[in-house]
């Protein structure tokens, strides 16, 4: 699994920013009102701790305080504790947090100790950045791609077909695919005969996977994925409009499902 870099995080207000602005020029909401109106919530000052954990590849600098300006910018009363791990957990709910944000190497939880819902970061991840793509005001028809097919992939192409989309995919994991096909009812893209779309969604950990063909002018691309899935060339080239950022918004899906 591709773990987030102190890199990734720098001036993570501003890249929150940026993201909120293309999101709202795409679908005519910001961030908090594509979650509320996912969800059906909105925060009442709920207390967040933020614990960091020092297991497997250990402490990712930025990390922590990164979620604690996200929790600020979407109005959480948050803190991070001062104490790792299990010492960390107990300082939090010590000291009141309702819901206790926490990651290791492989998941990174949402807990809402008071109502007892839990979240997970890929699939909200992949359902709020799905969800954003399928409200683009100028798309063109309900055809929408979706390009990787995982752990955050498969829910948010899950959303899209929920929707009434109809749902393009491709995975080279041909089991990954064949998964998407059988239950959802993708249709699997044709790399050898492409064809274009004002709507994609993408989930990879590789650079350049969307293929030039696929591309229509001023195109939404919303995409979790890092690196980026297109060419800072092919953006300009089709006037693109990128969503994409490293942690806020994935973060955000979290914690109005967790309300
Ligand atoms: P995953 O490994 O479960 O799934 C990625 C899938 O992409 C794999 O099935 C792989 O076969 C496929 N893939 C690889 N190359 C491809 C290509 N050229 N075309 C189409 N598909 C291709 O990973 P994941 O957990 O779903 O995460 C995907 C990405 O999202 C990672 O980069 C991860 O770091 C990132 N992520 C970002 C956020 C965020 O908030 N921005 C949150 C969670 C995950
Ligand atoms: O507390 C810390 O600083 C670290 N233990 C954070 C680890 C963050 N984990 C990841 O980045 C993993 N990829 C798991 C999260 C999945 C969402 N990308
Ligand atoms: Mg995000």
Same mark, same amino acid.
């Given at each position: 699994?591709?773990?987030?870099?102190?890199?990734?995080?720098?001036?993570?207000?501003?890249?929150?920013?940026?993201?909120?602005?293309?999101?709202?020029?795409?679908?005519?909401?910001?961030? #908090?009102?594509?979650?509320?109106?996912?969800?059906?919530?909105?925060?009442?000052?709920?207390?967040?701790?933020?614990?960091?954990?020092?297991?497997?590849?250990?402490?990712?600098?930025?990390?922590?305080?990164?979620?604690?300006?996200?929790?600020?910018?979407?109005?959480?009363?948050?803190?991070?504790?001062?104490?790792?791990?299990?010492?960390?957990?107990?300082?939090?709910?010590?000291?009141?947090?309702?819901?206790?944000?926490?990651?290791?190497?492989?998941?990174?939880?949402?807990?809402?100790?008071?109502?007892?819902?839990?979240?997970?970061?890929?699939?909200?991840?992949?359902?709020?950045?799905?969800?954003?793509?399928?409200?683009?005001? #100028?798309?063109?028809?309900?055809?929408?791609?979706?390009?990787?097919?995982?752990?955050?992939?498969?829910?948010?192409?899950?959303?899209?077909?929920?929707?009434?989309?109809?749902?393009?995919?491709?995975?080279?994991?041909?089991?990954?695919?064949?998964?998407?096909?059988?239950?959802?009812?993708?249709?699997?893209?044709?790399?050898?005969?492409?064809?274009?779309?004002?709507?994609?969604?993408?989930?990879?950990?590789?650079?350049?996977?969307?293929?030039?063909?696929?591309?229509?002018?001023?195109?939404?691309?919303?995409?979790?994925?890092?690196?980026?899935?297109?060419?800072?060339?092919?953006?300009?080239?089709?006037?693109?409009?990128?969503?994409?950022?490293?942690?806020?918004?994935?973060?955000?899906?979290?914690?109005?499902?967790?309300?």
């Amino acid at each position: 699994m591709a773990l987030l870099t102190p890199n990734d995080l720098i001036n993570i207000n501003r890249q929150l920013q940026e993201a909120d602005s293309v999101v709202q020029k795409v679908t005519g909401l910001d961030i #908090k009102d594509v979650c509320q109106a996912l969800y059906g919530t909105s925060p009442l000052s709920e207390k967040v701790g933020i614990v960091p954990v020092t297991s497997g590849n250990g402490i990712i600098g930025n990390f922590s305080a990164s979620l604690h300006a996200i929790t600020q910018y979407f109005g959480f009363d948050s803190f991070v504790t001062d104490m790792p791990d299990v010492s960390g957990y107990y300082e939090a709910v010590q000291n009141g947090a309702e819901i206790i944000l926490m990651a290791d190497d492989h998941t990174f939880l949402a807990h809402n100790i008071k109502n007892g819902k839990m979240a997970n970061n890929q699939p909200c991840t992949g359902v709020i950045y799905a969800e954003i793509a399928s409200r683009y005001l #100028k798309a063109d028809s309900k055809d929408v791609l979706v390009m990787g097919l995982g752990k955050v992939g498969f829910p948010g192409a899950a959303q899209l077909v929920q929707k009434g989309f109809r749902v393009y995919g491709y995975d080279p994991d041909a089991r990954l695919l064949k998964r998407a096909v059988s239950d959802l009812g993708v249709i699997p893209l044709d790399p050898a005969n492409p064809k274009k779309f004002s709507t994609i969604f993408e989930a990879t950990p590789c650079a350049n996977t969307i293929p030039e063909a696929v591309l229509s002018e001023n195109c939404v691309l919303s995409t979790p994925g890092i690196p980026c899935a297109i060419s800072e060339e092919l953006r300009k080239k089709y006037d693109v409009q990128l969503v994409a950022e490293p942690l806020g918004i994935g973060t955000a899906s979290m914690l109005y499902s967790v309300l």
